[in-house]
């Protein structure tokens, strides 16, 4: 099969090895928002494709085409589901975490920043640096330590402090670094998955409260799948 995986997770590099590693044909598109991405094996394209009419266009050499871009990346899940009207489609997106007592969910980062302003002076933010912006307001004023993997494209507050790094993360180096810094809340979105879940593990342990962007919904009319064999069974259905 030749098989297009928008990718960018962990799981679209799964994914990507194991059809490699049954003799399909790959091609893995990844947006170019990180300055060094980890790579998957077989065939790599950098770059956006101009909209969804640009999508169909390279779609339309494929048989297959799956969607395992970051369950917050709703342009891209957007586009794919108007694109591929002729191509199947199916997103592979991993389970979000189970909710923990402390943890107040918002629907989206501007509410996540309201919420946050009230319930602490120093908080740990690792949201990622595109969504940055709707925090530089409401904790203007605040002694924000802001993880990153890469310096935000946006101004932040004086008073901030980034720190550029990339997971997976340790329970005892989380730990080391919210006491370091005197971190009062936690702010993340629900993301999934086991690379950084570990400043959760940190937060109940400082009984810190914690701050979850909920995930948006999958377009509508797109078959979901939460992991590397269903997206393979999936594919294998096609054949």
């Given at each position: 099969m030749r098989v297009l995986v928008l990718g960018g997770t962990g799981e679209a590099r799964d994914l990507a090895a194991a059809l490699v590693a049954r003799g399909d044909h790959v091609v893995s598109s990844l947006a170019g928002r990180v300055a060094r991405p980890r790579l998957p094996v077989g065939e790599v394209r950098i770059g956006g494709f101009g909209g969804a009419e640009g999508l169909r266009q390279v779609a339309a050499s494929f048989d297959a085409v799956v969607?395992?871009?970051?369950?917050?990346?709703?342009?891209?899940?957007?586009?794919?589901?108007?694109?591929?009207?002729?191509?199947?489609?199916?997103?592979?997106?991993?389970?979000?975490?189970?909710?923990?007592?402390?943890?107040?969910?918002?629907?989206?980062?501007?509410?996540?920043?309201?919420?946050?302003?009230?319930l602490g002076r120093r908080p740990f933010l690792t949201v990622g640096r595109q969504d940055l912006g709707a925090f530089a307001g409401p904790l203007?004023?605040?002694?924000?330590?802001?993880?990153?993997?890469?310096?935000?494209?946006?101004?932040?507050p004086s008073s901030w402090r980034l720190l550029l790094d990339r997971g997976p993360y340790t329970l005892d180096g989380e730990l080391a670094l919210m006491r370091e810094h005197g971190v009062d809340v936690l702010v993340t979105k629900d993301s999934g998955g086991a690379m950084t879940q570990a400043k959760l593990d940190a937060a109940t342990r400082l009984?810190?409260?914690?701050?979850?962007?909920?995930?948006?919904?999958?377009?509508?009319?797109?078959?979901?799948?939460?992991?590397?064999?269903?997206?393979?069974?999936?594919?294998?259905?096609?054949?």
């Open positions: 969607d395992a871009t970051h369950p917050f990346a709703r342009r891209i899940s957007t586009n794919a589901a108007a694109a591929c009207d002729v191509v199947p489609l199916v997103r592979l997106a991993r389970p979000g975490w189970e909710p923990r007592p402390g943890w107040r969910i918002v629907h989206d980062h501007p509410s996540a920043a309201r919420r946050t302003a009230q203007a004023t605040h002694s924000v330590v802001a993880r990153v993997v890469d310096p935000p494209e946006v101004a932040v009984d810190l409260p914690v701050v979850v962007v909920r995930r948006p919904a999958p377009p509508a009319g797109v078959p979901l799948v939460a992991s590397v064999p269903e997206a393979l069974a999936w594919l294998g259905s096609l054949r």
